[in-house]
C-alpha cells in the first residue's frame, strides 16, 4: 500500500506467500548448483525429473485456488523439495544436516529476534502514533536492520570468526595487509 498504492493492495496476499517461497528456494536451488560443481550430472538430471513433476503438479492443484491457490502449491512444492533434496544433497557431498543447522543457527536467531522488534516498532508508530505508512516503513527497515546487526554482534563469539574466515579466502592477500 506504502509503495505500490490501493490498486495493488489485492496482491499482497500472493506475494506474503511468494516471499516465503524465498525463505526455501535459496536452499532449494543450491541442490542443483552442488551436484553440477561436484560433477554429479547424473545425479542432477535425476533430481531434475523429481522436481519437475513436482512444481508442475503443484501448480495445476493450485490453479483450481486462482493465483493464491498456485502461489501456495508452489511454496508446498518447494518445501516438499527442501525437505527431500537437503538431506539427499548433503548426504552426497559428504555434509552432516547437523552442520548446516550450527551454520545456519545464528542467522535464524538474528531473524527471530528482529522480527518482533520490527512488528513491535511498527505498531507503536503507525499504530499509536499515527505517522504516516512512508516514515513508518523507513523506520521499521532500518530499526530492523539495527536489530539484526546487534544481535549478530552480541552473538559473536559464534558468527564473526566463520565471517572472518569467509573474507580471509574471499579477499586478496594484499587487501588483508594493507
Known sequence: LTIYGQKWLESAGVLTLLS???IFQPFTSLVGVVFLARGFT????????????????????????GIKGVATGYLIAQ?????????????????????????????????????PAVMGIK??????????????????????GITYFLALYFLRGYFWPGVKDDLR???PQKVKDE
Open 20 to 22: 516465503l517461497v524465498a
Open 123 to 144: 505498531e507503536i508508530i503507525g499504530g499509536f502514533f499515527g505517522i504516516s505508512p512512508t516514515i513508518t516503513l523507513l523506520i521499521s527497515s532500518l530499526s530492523g
Open 169 to 171: 579466502i574471499i579477499l
Open 79 to 115: 518445501v516438499l523439495v527442501l525437505l527431500i533434496g537437503m538431506p539427499l544433497m548433503y548426504r552426497k557431498v559428504d555434509v552432516s544436516i547437523k552442520n548446516l543447522i550450527r551454520a545456519l543457527s545464528i542467522p535464524i536467531i538474528g531473524s527471530f529476534i528482529m522480527a
Open 42 to 65: 547424473r545425479w542432477l538430471f535425476k533430481w531434475s525429473l523429481v522436481i519437475t513433476p513436482l512444481m508442475i503438479i503443484s501448480f495445476l492443484i493450485g490453479i483450481n485456488w
